[in-house]
């Protein structure tokens, strides 16, 4: 049985995650047509390259059609329950980096941490009849977060793209979002919370536990030599 890694198939995730490996003297490349979505894997032997969009990855970890996956950390955070249970990491690549944080609109000067939040979110509730929205696509990692800092009075609402524009639409009165630079949330009227960094994410190389590792070792031990890393304990 061939190793199977699973990299992000388009973007500069994809260019990164090959020029990483190519660093190491592993050379990924695609193969076929653009949009065929197929590669090869040359320099270590046993290894098959699957291409997938980096929110499949975590899934096809979980499930062990595939032993090794190149994801954003808050990506296998937020989608998997017990994440590491399910998944080991083996190495944080250095590159993909963005902070999941909270944010609310810049007019609100008298809200700058959670602790105001809470305020602003039971204040909310008490003059609106219903509770806060905070859109996300996080919904786990934001939820555990609130939960943890004690944060009441609010409700999650699905945000599948386009999140920081929900609170201009009126559809949400927060966001929690994956920010670089937080220009696209200046340019939205949104600040950052002063202490509302949730996950710190970057492009991580994940060890998937379900994999049937019994015929798939012998790859695993030849790409781990070849990149410098101590193969995980599953």
């Given at each position: 049985m061939m190793l199977k890694i699973g990299v992000p198939s388009k973007g500069r995730l994809m260019e990164k995650t090959f020029d990483w490996f190519g660093a190491r003297g592993v050379t990924m490349r695609q193969t076929g047509a653009e949009r065929e979505y197929s590669g090869a894997v040359d320099g270590?032997?046993?290894?098959?390259?699957?291409?997938?969009?980096?929110?499949?990855?975590?899934?096809?970890l979980a499930a062990g059609r595939i032993h090794l996956g190149v994801t954003g950390s808050d990506l296998v955070r937020d989608k998997l329950a017990d994440w590491d249970m399910q998944v080991a990491e083996m190495a944080r690549l250095g590159f993909g980096h963005a902070d999941l944080i909270l944010a609310v609109p810049s007019v609100w000067i008298d809200v700058d941490t959670l602790d105001d939040l809470d305020a602003a979110a039971a204040a909310f509730r008490a003059r609106h009849g219903f509770r806060l929205r905070i859109a996300t696509k996080y919904h786990r990692l934001v939820r555990e977060f609130l939960t943890a800092n004690g944060v009441a009075d609010y409700q999650l609402v699905d945000s599948q793209g386009a999140t920081e524009g929900t609170v201009k639409n009126l559809t949400a009165e927060a966001v929690a979002d994956i920010t670089s630079t937080g220009e696209t949330l200046r340019a939205n009227h949104l600040k950052i919370l002063s202490d509302s960094v949730i996950h710190r994410s970057q492009a991580t190389l994940f060890a998937a536990r379900a994999a049937d590792w019994s015929q798939a070792g012998a790859g695993l031990a030849a790409l781990c030599e070849k990149l410098g890393l101590t193969p995980p304990a599953l």
């Open positions: 270590v032997d046993g290894v098959e390259l699957v291409l997938l969009s980096a929110g499949e990855i975590p899934r096809e």
